[in-house]
């Protein structure tokens, strides 16, 4: 089986990289796509698959297609490639807010269609991705792709609906989760600690709490009691961060990401 990337960018990279590690994949087995020369000799030179500067071959070549573009190009991509899109070929969209529908009327015919929302913890094996299948797809063809993608992410099948909500509760996520680290570690580094100590420190506490979400299957509101001990330092951290609106900002901000997903 054949699987090509048409674009190779961060998100690109971090799939085919997770592909080979896992050993489901060999090189020989992927074809690539870049639009510049010297993209084309750096994905060569590290991944040793076949790179091309057309999208066309790509799909000819390839039995399943990762369309790892930017949103604002599909449309320029999927009307390049139409032609050549047969109907067992496998299409796997990781864009937000281009439907189903959406893709089959710029490919003018149906199509097996996978959409799936990663995440860039990809990058280093800890993705968290939605997945859902058109009615042209079997079940085989998805698990065969779920398969794939487990190798850099966790990967849970949704509807098509709850993409837009994948895309705020994981895809857009780490963003914020990154801007709270950031923020913690400000206030270690005011409070005299050395800034790459305090990113460290910020850092593993995040991971750490995360897997004892993951890990214990215990309610998050659980494991925040556990902490907080009567009269304690963490309860007044608790309060600031209530008083200052913490739960109803990030509500919004999701709210706003969701909205922005359905209307892309």
């Not at 139409?82 to 937000?96: C, D, G, N």
Request: with cysteine.
């Amino acid at each position: 089986m054949k699987i090509g990337f048409i674009g190779c960018g961060n998100m690109g990279q971090a799939m085919v990289s997770g592909m080979l590690s896992s050993g489901k994949v060999k090189p020989e087995d992927l074809v690539l796509s870049d639009k510049t020369l010297e993209a084309r000799v750096k994905l060569k030179e590290k991944y040793g698959a076949y790179v091309t500067e057309s999208n066309t071959e790509v799909v000819m070549i390839s039995d399943v297609i990762f369309l790892a573009v930017k949103p604002q190009f599909y449309e320029e991509v999927i009307t390049e490639i139409k032609q050549s899109v047969w109907s067992e070929k496998v299409l796997v969209a990781i864009a937000p807010g281009k439907t189903f529908a959406w893709i089959e009327a710029v490919l003018g015919k149906p199509a097996k269609i996978i959409r799936a929302m990663p995440n860039t913890p990809a990058l280093v094996k800890e993705g968290m991705m939605g997945i859902c299948g058109n009615e042209q797809v079997s079940k085989d063809e998805l698990t065969m792709v779920s398969n794939l993608c487990a190798s850099f992410s966790k990967v849970e099948v949704v509807t098509e609906p709850m993409l837009d909500v994948v895309t705020a509760v994981s895809g857009s996520s780490p963003a914020y989760v990154f801007m709270f680290i950031e923020a913690m570690a400000d206030a270690a580094v005011e409070g005299g600690m050395p800034r790459k100590q305090a990113y460290t420190f910020a850092a593993q506490a995040v991971l750490g709490s995360a897997k004892m979400v993951l890990e214990t299957g215990m309610h998050p509101g659980e494991l925040k009691d556990m902490v907080c001990s009567p009269a304690g330092t963490t309860i007044q951290a608790v309060r600031v961060l209530e008083e200052k609106g913490m739960r109803a900002a990030v509500i919004d901000a999701m709210k706003a990401c969701l909205d922005k997903s359905k209307n892309m």
